[in-house]
C-alpha cells in the first residue's frame, strides 16, 4: 500500500504500469523469487491478497492505476493537477467517501 488515512478508513495504493502490463525490467520473468514464481506473477498475487484483506477489515481500498491519471507516452506522471483532482475525486465518490 501506497497511504493509509485512519480517520477514512482508507488505503491507497497507485499501480504503476507494471501491474497491468508486462514490463520484462520489472517482471524478470527468467529469475525466480523464493516462492518459486516470477516477480510480475508475485505482483499478481500480491495485488489480490491487497484486494481481499484490506476490504476484509473494514477498509476501503482505492487503487489508482497509472493510465488513469495524466502520464506521458513513457507512463511518466504529468501532475496534471486539476485532472488529476477530478479522476481522482471520481474514484473516492465510487468507494462513497466524500472529500472536502
Known sequence: MDAYWPEQQLVAEYRERQHSES???FD???????????RGE???RYDARR??????HGLSLLVVNADQLACDARGR?????GEDQRTLGTLLRELNITVS
Open 23 to 25: 514490463t520484462p525490467f
Open 28 to 38: 524478470k520473468p527468467t529469475v525466480m523469487t523464493v516462492s518459486g514464481v516470477d
Open 42 to 44: 508475485q505482483r499478481r
Open 51 to 56: 484486494g481481499e484483506v484490506i476490504p476484509a
Open 77 to 81: 506522471l504529468r501532475r496534471a493537477r
